[in-house]
């Protein structure tokens, strides 16, 4: 009974740190509206990360319920950034101190400086390494998820109907009829029973496979089941189940989401030994430019490691910044809201060197997430997942409204006088102009 009581309280506990996490990301854009209230947003001549910051505050307080948001933001927000400070400082605070020579208490000030005067919170803090002197006097030009995936995404976004990018059905027979090359859909879950699909398949092949939920992102719920002959598959918990038996837990999990089945890509053969064995992606962002033409602005080459089979940044990935012109890679790390990892430049696992490698097929991934852009014209922006195989690059999906964390903590610096950034606020003018807010 003592057992189940403290299992229970630490359960309960480790769900109050993530609510408190979740609380202190959505209160902390609060001083950021403050601090740009009353100013222009279309002047011209501002810098692009002044105009998108000015943005954000202008739509923050024209939001449903903006005004009484602001008010209860403004009595929770010094609990919030206490805890989340509390959370991240336990977590890196005296690790830091030693890489550093930035004392736990300078952490401490140096995260209430910057939520207070950037609305980054603790966790963008030491993801993007704001102890350092020479990160700290470039804060204003972070971009975080308040501007970005908050209101410069939900302007730029297409009509409802203008496309399907989010349904991975959709979005494979798009691909496959615009001449894109996409990774395929072999079979469909839906209601406890697999669905008709075009060009898909009535029994599983016997080849590795890959499953996922027809929507959603970030790594979650995915399963590889790798063929083990004789019609039987076994998972990464090494679980083996025969073909029909597999059919039967796919069509069991589809009563509350729908599922899919994908064949297993395979990492081009210069990858393996920087690869626990999932598929190794870069995240290719592109934006349309002044002319309307889709333009490559930043990447960022992901590895899994551990037992992860998805190379997602969230999900505990390594990452390493991209050289558009020649696909060199650097050094990497994870996420950075844990010390552990750090900057690296061998793969934990294989110990293998990858700073300074170039990636296979690096014009072929270039061109590929260009001309796969373009097959959408009604998207501004997007990221888009490229994997490198033995010949050439695939299209594994696209992200309407990417992230940019992971290309801040790659380059190690932020984007606000970069071209995303500025594209971005071009694009975001031209929306205005055209009565789109």
């Known amino acids: 009974m003592g057992d189940r009581l403290t299992s229970i309280r630490g359960a309960a506990w480790k ?9 202190a990301y959505d209160v902390s854009g609060l001083p950021m509206a403050l601090r740009h209230i009353g100013k222009g947003q279309t002047s011209e001549n501002i810098p692009p990360a002044d105009y998108l910051h000015r943005f954000y505050a202008a739509q923050y307080w024209r939001l449903p319920m903006g005004p009484l948001k602001a008010a209860v933001s403004a009595v929770t927000w010094p609990l919030a950034l206490g805890v989340a400070t509390t959370i991240f400082t336990s977590r890196n605070g005296k690790l830091i101190a030693a890489r550093s020579g930035v004392s736990v208490g300078k952490q401490v000030m140096g995260q209430v400086e910057m939520a207070a005067r950037h609305a ?9 390494e704001l102890h350092l002197p020479e990160r700290k006097k470039q804060a204003a030009l972070y971009l975080t998820a308040h501007e970005t995936i908050g209101p410069a ?9 203008a496309d399907g990018m989010d349904d991975k059905i959709w979005f494979a027979e ?7 090359r996409a990774v395929p859909v072999l079979m469909h879950f839906s209601g406890g029973e697999r669905q008709p699909l075009k060009g898909g398949s009535d029994v599983l092949p016997e080849s590795d496979l890959f499953v996922k939920p027809r929507s ?9 089941w790798d063929y083990q002959g004789d019609g039987r598959y076994r998972n990464a918990f090494g679980d083996v189940l025969s073909r029909d038996e597999l059919m039967d837990k796919l069509a069991r999990q589809s009563l509350k989401d729908d599922y899919l089945v994908q064949p297993r890509l395979a990492n081009h053969p210069e990858l393996d030994d920087i690869s626990n064995g999932a598929l190794a992606t870069v995240r ?9 033409r889709a333009e490559a602005t930043n990447a960022a080459f992901r590895m899994a490691i551990g037992n992860s089979v998805v190379d997602n940044f969230h999900q505990g990935g390594l990452a390493t910044a991209v050289d558009l012109e020649t696909g060199r890679i650097g050094i990497a790390s994870d996420i950075g809201i844990r010390p552990d990892v ?3 430049d061998t793969h934990p696992v294989s110990g293998a060197t990858f700073a300074g490698r170039i990636l296979p097929h690096w014009r072929d991934v270039m061109d590929l997430a260009v001309r ?4 959408f014209p009604h998207r501004i922006v997007v990221g888009w997942d490229v994997a490198m195989l033995k010949d050439g690059a695939c299209i594994i999906e696209g992200n309407g409204k990417p992230d940019l964390d992971i290309h801040q903590r790659a380059e190690r610096g932020p984007l606000g006088q970069s071209r995303i950034s500025t594209l971005l606020a071009f694009n975001v003018q031209e929306a205005l102009k055209a009565g789109k807010a």
């Open 216 to 224: 959603g992102s970030g790594g979650h719920r995915m399963e590889r």
């Open 174 to 180: 798009h691909c496959h009829v615009s001449g894109v």
């Open 284 to 292: 290719l962002l592109t934006c349309r430019n002044e002319q309307g």
């Open 372 to 375: 796969t852009h373009e097959a």
């Open 153 to 161: 995404y939900s302007l730029l976004q297409p009509q409802p109907g």
């Open 15 to 23: 769900g109050f740190l993530r609510w408190a996490e979740d609380f």
């Open 342 to 344: 750090g900057w690296r």
């Open 120 to 128: 980054i919170a603790p966790f963008w803090y030491y993801m993007f």
